[in-house]
């Protein structure tokens, strides 16, 4: 059996950057698997810009941040399988994979990177009633349609969750030709960037539906008609609210799931929240030596975030392949008031590596917060944010010094101020 | 006197910056978090500017289009004009990232450039 | 001249089809649809009942019990999923209990295997069971097909053998000639001696183009499911409560491929256009499934789907010729257990209602099964290494959630009664059965097909003729 240091899993942003910070380490003997036929994963068909500002401080379109990580790895010397797909792993960190050229073959590994990716919530998760005719699509997959192949999916287009890839599609797709009536959002606030409700929407007047769902599907061979109504606070449609609009395409953009089969065949701990692995400081999840970053282990809104989370995975992975584990106590991290999850989840105290980032989420928009963070009674650190939004990361950086010997969970919570 | 708020949409941070507006003028911003915040309020407040990405057909190539993006900002309200433009061009592969596919897109300064390269097969 | 016409690929029509095309019989299968196996055999609880449900006397009772019996085999030889789960009948309270001690009784009368356990020892095999489960009554020969799956082989084995299949074809008038009947179609015309209506909620339809007054009206009634993500392990077991004289009730159901079906609900709809899903009829599923069990998995719900049972005005099958019209046989009201009857219903058409009207000599060439489909995921290493050294397309996978390769899908278009659709596609190796629902093979299925097909991207359909996927091109 074929053996490497590291094996990296998925080639898109976080599985590149991973594979470029391996090298950087001086991990030489690893390889990348990539299901598709190019690297560069979801990027390819994120052709808007707005990528790359925090890493490269310009803006990029999708393809062109890919392309500077295909070269960089390229550079490097990574060894990158394309068209390959992982079937399966072991909890002893064999891995499984098919191709055209090797057909079946199992490669041993000494860590494994887990840079997965995450797949779009699909009709079947958010129940709408009504017939399945054709021209109901996920935004990612008219995306990719448009984008990749070059077809345009319809004409009259509604879209249901304001997630960004349905606003980025809400434009393109005017800009393509095709009239956009609207956007239904189920919360009574955006799920997306409030730059792509402005530059998506409101430079093209499309009305955003707040408080807003589906709530029927007409049509028996292609898409004719939906029912879009207002729903209450437990989110239940008010009768009588009930709009048609004569529409050909429904897009649905309502939340992205952490693509985790592999992870869960063999037993790693997950986070409810997220639906990714429960990762350590060192991005390391419950099975020793599996690693995982990137949108597989929780679903990030800005690619920059992506790659540097996946860098300090690959950091993580290293340090593991050169000391093995880290001893001593071990805390949780756990999600206070407003704050909905916090990656990562457990902290070695006695083994801080050097300063940990911390990303989480808000439950619910606030005007203004106080952030807090402490360890049981302790508090570590006090930090005042303006606007904060569910679909906006939260990061907060606490030093290896802060967290070196805590005793107790570790607790984020944001308070509500005025 | 006149208050505007606005969403800079320079990056995805997303700032609220309020634009304070008198007769035409723009006599200041705040709550950017960079020059080009401020200078992007000011530019909104005028005429707003865009990136424009979109697709061109490729031949030769991996797939059947490439994605293209304006090397800079270009109004807004010459979206269409400009789309207009950008169906007309075909272009064959290889191409490589920052080629230039229109020079000069309607006189706006910026030009048409490939997002990405793509190899010949 | 044709001696049968068949109107209706479901599972009646094509079981019947292709029991038929043992035969030297000229023999002709058309459906409106699409496809084969597009409406209620698409769209049901997929299971194989034993037939200790049906009453004494009964169709239904008597032809259950034989289908069932038939099936391991028919799946063996048609390389088709059979899953031997077994069926927990779960009661809470006495009342219950006394229907159990029903169903028991006319097991036994029927030489139907079954078991008794307490509440707590089927608690220890199927742990989501309700804690207000008192008994269990266990029919550990009761399975789960896929059975479009098992139609479309079965159509795909009559083809193979000779009878011809019209799809897309709706079936306009019926005219009496003096040898028999003229069928016709949107498309053509069928002179035939005999015609079988396995129409399924349109039989009555049919029907009515050569009867002046038909027995019978069609009552469809329509059944919610959701489809659990097979990353759960909910039940082991076909759970179902006791049946009532609304029918069998809210079930949870393992799949051939390890998905649960959650449902059905049971509602006479008016319109036999109105397929989907309303919001009450899951809400009911929701309310009633927490009678038998616990944990109910709906957050890990892939897809909703709802079926319209082919139910009449009649309680049991009809199967006789029409008493108005010689020659056109009723195969109608074919609703549960019509999945598991359907073998057995084929053999009653053929010994009790056509033995008379036709010669039967055996077709030295037919096959009644038919070649194995290669399927990756069942394969050694060894044998996928050498199948993909064969043909690399099965080495590149398509469906990221079934791992589906390019090579099983080119071979589901290129057979017999092949894919000619998306969904056709699915029915057939399941790329977009999975959790993303095709959210990421689709545009890939779909160039597939243009490809195969030598079609446009643009041609390529979801399901019926004018259920295009793309728009245009954009460039």
Same mark, same amino acid.
């Given at each position: 059996?074929?053996?490497?240091?590291?094996?990296?899993? &998925?080639?898109?942003?976080?599985? =590149?950057?991973?594979?470029?910070?391996?090298?950087?380490?001086?991990?030489?003997?690893?390889?990348?698997?990539?299901?598709?036929?190019?690297?560069?994963?979801?990027?390819?068909?994120?052709?808007?810009?707005?990528?790359?500002?925090?890493?490269?401080?310009?803006?990029? !379109?999708?393809?062109?941040?890919?392309?500077?990580?295909?070269?960089?790895?390229?550079?490097?010397?990574?060894?990158?399988?394309?068209?390959?797909?992982?079937?399966?792993?072991?909890?002893?960190?064999?891995?499984?994979?098919?191709?055209?050229?090797?057909?079946?073959?199992?490669?041993?590994?000494?860590?494994?990177? =887990?840079?997965?990716? $995450?797949?779009?919530?699909?009709?079947?998760?958010?129940?709408?009633?009504?017939?399945?005719?054709?021209?109901?699509?996920?935004?990612?997959?008219?995306?990719?349609?448009?984008?990749?192949?070059?077809?345009?999916?319809?004409?009259?287009?509604?879209?249901?969750?304001?997630?960004?890839?349905?606003?980025?599609?809400?434009?393109?797709?005017?800009?393509?030709?095709?009239?956009?009536?609207?956007?239904?959002?189920?919360?009574?606030?955006?799920?997306? =960037?409030?730059?792509?409700?402005?530059? $998506?929407?409101?430079?093209?007047?499309?009305?955003?539906?707040?408080?807003?769902?589906?709530?029927?599907?007409?049509?028996?061979?292609?898409?004719?008609?939906?029912?879009?109504?207002?729903?209450?606070?437990?989110?239940?449609?008010?009768?009588?609210?009930?709009?048609?609009?004569?529409?050909?395409?429904?897009? %649905?953009?309502? &939340?992205?799931?952490?693509?985790?089969?592999?992870?869960?065949?063999?037993?790693?701990?997950?986070?409810?929240?997220?639906?990714?692995?429960?990762?350590?400081?060192?991005?390391?999840?419950?099975?020793?030596?599996?690693?995982?970053?990137?949108?597989?282990?929780?679903?990030?809104?800005?690619?920059?975030?992506?790659?540097?989370?996946?860098?300090?995975?690959?950091?993580?992975?290293?340090?593991?392949?050169?000391?093995?584990?880290?001893?001593?106590?071990?805390?949780?991290?756990?999600?206070?008031?407003?704050?909905?999850?916090?990656?990562?989840?457990?902290?070695?105290?006695?083994?801080?590596?050097?300063?940990?980032? *911390?990303?989480?989420?808000?439950?619910?928009?606030?005007?203004?917060?106080?952030?807090?963070?402490?360890?049981?009674?302790?508090?570590?650190?006090?930090?005042?944010?303006?606007?904060?939004?569910?679909?906006?990361?939260?990061?907060?950086? %606490?030093?290896?010094?802060?967290?070196?010997?805590?005793?107790?969970?570790?607790?984020?919570?944001?308070?509500?101020?005025? | 006197?006149?208050?505007?708020? %606005?969403?800079?949409?320079?990056?995805?941070?997303?700032?609220?910056?309020?634009?304070?507006?008198?007769?035409?003028?723009?006599?200041?911003?705040?709550?950017?978090?960079?020059?080009?915040?401020?200078?992007?309020?000011?530019?909104?407040?005028?005429?707003?500017?865009?990136?424009?990405?979109?697709?061109?057909?490729?031949?030769?190539?991996?797939?059947?289009? =490439?994605?293209?993006?304006?090397?800079?900002?270009?109004?807004?309200?010459?979206?269409?004009?400009?789309?207009?433009?950008?169906?007309?061009?075909?272009?064959?592969?290889?191409?490589?990232?920052?080629?230039?596919?229109?020079?000069?897109?309607?006189?706006?300064?910026?030009?048409?450039?490939?997002?990405?390269?793509?190899?010949?097969? | 001249?044709?001696?049968?016409?068949?109107?209706?690929?479901?599972?009646?029509?094509?079981?019947?089809?292709?029991?038929? /095309?043992? *035969?030297?019989?000229?023999?002709?299968?058309?459906?409106?649809?699409?496809?084969?196996?597009?409406?209620?055999?698409?769209?049901?609880?997929?299971?194989?009942?034993?037939?200790?449900?049906?009453?004494?006397?009964?169709?239904?009772?008597?032809?259950?019990?034989?289908?069932?019996?038939?099936?391991?085999?028919?799946?063996?030889?048609?390389?088709?999923?059979?899953?031997?789960?077994?069926?927990?009948?779960?009661?809470?309270?006495?009342?219950?209990?006394?229907?159990?001690?029903?169903?028991?009784?006319?097991?036994?009368?029927?030489?139907?295997?079954?078991?008794?356990?307490?509440?707590?020892?089927?608690?220890?095999?199927?742990?989501?069971? !309700?804690?207000?489960?008192?008994?269990?009554?266990?029919?550990?020969?009761?399975?789960?097909?896929?059975?479009?799956?098992?139609?479309?082989?079965?159509?795909?084995?009559?083809?193979?053998?000779?009878?011809?299949?019209?799809?897309?074809?709706?079936?306009?008038?019926?005219?009496?000639?003096?040898?028999?009947? $003229?069928?016709?179609?949107?498309? &053509?015309?069928?002179?035939?001696?005999?015609?079988?209506?396995?129409?399924?909620?349109?039989?009555?339809?049919?029907?009515?183009?050569?009867?002046?007054?038909?027995? *019978?009206?069609?009552?469809?009634?329509?059944?919610?499911?959701?489809?659990?993500?097979?990353?759960?392990?909910?039940?082991?077991?076909?759970?179902?409560?006791?049946?009532?004289?609304?029918?069998?009730?809210?079930?949870?159901?393992?799949?051939?491929?390890?998905?649960?079906?959650?449902?059905?609900?049971?509602?006479?709809?008016?319109?036999?256009?109105?397929?989907?899903?309303?919001?009450?009829?899951?809400?009911?599923?929701?309310?009633?499934?927490?009678?038998?069990?616990?944990?109910?998995?709906?957050?890990?719900?892939?897809?909703?789907?709802?079926?319209?049972?082919?139910?009449?005005?009649?309680?049991?099958?009809?199967?006789?010729?029409?008493?108005?019209?010689?020659?056109?046989?009723?195969?109608?009201?074919?609703?549960?257990?019509?999945?598991?009857?359907?073998?057995?219903?084929?053999?009653?058409?053929?010994?009790? %209602?056509?033995?008379?009207?036709?010669?039967?000599?055996?077709?030295?060439?037919?096959?009644?099964?038919?070649?194995?489909?290669?399927?990756?995921?069942?394969?050694?290493?060894?044998?996928?290494?050498?199948?993909?050294?064969?043909?690399?397309?099965?080495?590149?996978?398509?469906?990221?959630?079934?791992?589906?390769?390019?090579?099983?899908?080119?071979?589901?278009?290129?057979?017999?009664?092949?894919?000619?659709?998306?969904?056709?596609?699915?029915?057939?190796?399941?790329?977009?059965?999975?959790?993303?629902?095709?959210?990421?093979?689709?545009?890939?299925?779909?160039?597939?097909?243009?490809?195969?097909?030598? $079609?446009?991207?643009?041609?390529?359909?979801?399901?019926?003729?004018? /259920?295009?996927?793309?728009?245009?091109?954009?460039?």
């Amino acid at each position: 059996m074929k053996h490497y240091d590291a094996v990296v899993i &998925g080639g898109g942003s976080a599985g =590149l950057s991973a594979a470029v910070t391996l090298k950087k380490q001086g991990i030489e003997n690893i390889i990348v698997l990539e299901k598709d036929g190019e690297t560069g994963g979801i990027l390819q068909q994120c052709i808007h810009n707005g990528f790359g500002l925090q890493t490269f401080k310009e803006q990029l !379109s999708g393809p062109a941040y890919a392309e500077r990580f295909i070269d960089q790895a390229a550079e490097a010397g990574v060894e990158v399988l394309t068209d390959t797909m992982v079937t399966h792993i072991g909890a002893d960190k064999t891995i499984e994979y098919v191709n055209s050229t090797e057909g079946y073959a199992k490669i041993q590994a000494d860590a494994i990177i =887990l840079a997965v990716g $995450c797949y779009e919530r699909s009709r079947g998760a958010v129940e709408i009633p009504g017939e399945r005719p054709t021209g109901i699509y996920t935004a990612g997959q008219a995306q990719r349609y448009l984008n990749i192949d070059g077809y345009l999916v319809g004409k009259k287009v509604f879209i249901l969750g304001s997630g960004d890839i349905g606003l980025i599609m809400a434009r393109r797709m005017t800009l393509e030709g095709a009239k956009v009536y609207g956007v239904a959002e189920l919360m009574p606030y955006s799920n997306g =960037l409030p730059r792509n409700i402005k530059q $998506c929407l409101e430079d093209f007047g499309i009305p955003l539906y707040l408080s807003h769902t589906v709530t029927h599907i007409y049509g028996h061979d292609r898409l004719e008609r939906i029912e879009v109504s207002a729903v209450d606070e437990k989110r239940k449609p008010v009768p009588g609210t009930e709009m048609y609009f004569d529409v050909d395409t429904l897009l %649905l953009s309502v &939340g992205l799931i952490p693509e985790n089969h592999l992870a869960d065949e063999i037993g790693v701990v997950m986070n409810p929240r997220t639906r990714g692995p429960v990762v350590d400081e060192n991005y390391m999840t419950s099975v020793e030596g599996i690693f995982a970053c990137g949108n597989g282990l929780h679903v990030h809104d800005l690619v920059d975030f992506v790659t540097m989370e996946a860098a300090r995975a690959a950091e993580g992975a290293a340090r593991w392949l050169k000391n093995g584990s880290s001893a001593g106590r071990v805390i949780r991290t756990e999600a206070g008031s407003n704050v909905s999850y916090i990656v990562p989840g457990l902290l070695h105290t006695d083994a801080m590596p050097g300063n940990v980032e *911390f990303f989480f989420r808000v439950t619910r928009p606030l005007d203004a917060g106080e952030i807090i963070v402490r360890s049981g009674e302790k508090v570590l650190r006090t930090l005042k944010k303006k606007k904060l939004m569910p679909s906006e990361m939260e990061r907060v950086l %606490l030093t290896k010094q802060q967290l070196t010997g805590l005793e107790d969970n570790l607790t984020i919570e944001v308070k509500e101020t005025e | 006197m006149e208050t505007k708020e %606005l969403i800079c949409v320079n990056c995805p941070m997303g700032c609220r910056v309020s634009v304070t507006i008198e007769a035409g003028e723009v006599l200041s911003v705040t709550g950017n978090s960079c020059p080009r915040g401020e200078a992007y309020a000011r530019q909104e407040s005028i005429r707003p500017m865009r990136i424009l990405t979109s697709t061109v057909k490729i031949d030769h190539a991996l797939h059947r289009v =490439l994605p293209v993006i304006t090397s800079k900002d270009i109004p807004l309200d010459m979206m269409d004009a400009a789309m207009e433009e950008i169906r007309r061009v075909t272009v064959d592969a290889p191409v490589k990232m920052n080629d230039v596919l229109i020079e000069n897109l309607l006189g706006t300064g910026a030009d048409v450039i490939a997002s990405r390269s793509m190899d010949r097969i | 001249m044709y001696d049968l016409v068949i109107i209706g690929a479901g599972i009646t029509g094509t079981m019947l089809a292709r029991k038929l /095309s043992a *035969f030297k019989l000229k023999a002709v299968l058309i459906d409106r649809e699409n496809d084969i196996a597009n409406e209620a055999t698409m769209a049901n609880s997929a299971i194989v009942h034993t037939g200790y449900d049906p009453e004494e006397g009964t169709l239904k009772g008597l032809l259950n019990v034989r289908g069932a019996r038939q099936y391991e085999q028919i799946c063996r030889d048609l390389h088709c999923g059979y899953k031997l789960t077994g069926a927990y009948v779960a009661a809470c309270g006495e009342e219950e209990e006394k229907v159990q001690d029903e169903l028991a009784e006319r097991a036994e009368k029927r030489g139907i295997a079954y078991e008794w356990l307490s509440g707590d020892e089927a608690r220890t095999h199927e742990p989501n069971l !309700s804690k207000h489960v008192t008994r269990v009554l266990s029919f550990p020969e009761t399975a789960v097909v896929y059975p479009w799956e098992v139609a479309i082989a079965c159509a795909e084995v009559a083809v193979n053998n000779g009878t011809e299949l019209r799809l897309n074809e709706t079936v306009c008038a019926i005219d009496r000639t003096d040898s028999g009947w $003229c069928v016709k179609t949107d498309k &053509g015309e069928y002179e035939t001696k005999i015609v079988i209506n396995a129409a399924g909620v349109a039989a009555d339809k049919i029907y009515g183009m050569v009867g002046d007054h038909p027995s *019978f009206t069609m009552t469809p009634k329509k059944g919610e499911y959701f489809v659990i993500d097979n990353d759960v392990h909910y039940t082991d077991h076909i759970i179902y409560p006791v049946p009532t004289a609304k029918g069998k009730g809210v079930l949870a159901v393992p799949t051939v491929y390890g998905n649960t079906l959650l449902g059905p609900n049971s509602e006479r709809v008016e319109d036999p256009d109105e397929r989907g899903c309303t919001f009450a009829g899951l809400d009911y599923v929701r309310e009633n499934l927490v009678k038998i069990m616990r944990n109910p998995p709906f957050n890990k719900t892939i897809r909703n789907f709802a079926g319209l049972r082919p139910s009449s005005s009649c309680s049991d099958f009809i199967i006789e010729e029409a008493p108005d019209a010689e020659n056109f046989i009723n195969v109608a009201s074919i609703e549960s257990p019509g999945l598991a009857s359907a073998p057995a219903v084929a053999d009653y058409v053929i010994e009790e %209602l056509l033995k008379d009207k036709l010669t039967w000599d055996k077709n030295p060439d037919a096959r009644m099964d038919r070649e194995a489909p290669v399927v990756m995921a069942k394969l050694s290493e060894e044998e996928k290494k050498a199948k993909i050294a064969e043909n690399p397309l099965y080495g590149k996978i398509i469906c990221r959630c079934e791992q589906i390769s390019e090579g099983e899908i080119v071979d589901c278009i290129r057979r017999t009664c092949g894919a000619r659709s998306v969904k056709g596609v699915k029915k057939r190796v399941r790329p977009g059965m999975g959790r993303c629902q095709g959210g990421f093979c689709e545009p890939r299925v779909l160039n597939i097909l243009a490809r195969e097909l030598n $079609c446009s991207p643009l041609d390529v359909v979801l399901d019926s003729p004018a /259920s295009r996927i793309l728009e245009k091109e954009n460039r």
